[in-house]
């Protein structure tokens, strides 16, 4: 139905910056929200941002991120990329792009997932 695929992770130092990428696939015209998850050792996943397939791409927006991450959709290229900005050692994770469909009667909705790209912020 839709596949993900990933680009622009690596190493960096605290206060550095990396976008990654995310381009999508396939039945891309069912999808109405994209986002970025990530999840470090020990720690469950968690949304990092996501973006609304609306006229108005609404976004969204984990608290710890806000003001430093920022999410857009480019719409001609079927690509959601993560502008990350002032990096520190706790956003560490391995990032997964994320895209959701509508399902079936008997499911809300299909969730699609990149393979994840790792993030390691250190100095």
């Known amino acids: 139905q839709v596949q993900l695929v990933e680009s622009g992770g690596g190493l960096v130092q605290p206060g550095g910056s990396l976008r990654l990428s995310c381009v999508a696939s396939g039945n891309i015209f069912s999808i109405y929200a994209m986002g970025w998850y990530r999840q470090a050792p020990g720690k469950q996943r968690e949304l990092v941002a996501a973006i609304i397939s609306d006229a108005d791409s609404t976004t969204q927006y984990a608290d710890s991120v806000k003001g430093r991450f920022t999410i857009s959709r480019d719409n001609a290229k079927n690509t959601v990329s993560l502008q990350m900005n002032s990096l520190k050692p706790e956003d560490t994770a391995v990032y997964y792009c994320?895209?959701?469909?509508?399902?079936?009667?008997?499911?809300?909705?299909?969730?699609?997932w990149g393979q994840g790209t790792q993030v390691t912020v250190s100095s």
């Open positions: 994320n895209a959701k469909a509508p399902a079936g009667p008997a499911e809300p909705e299909l969730d699609f």
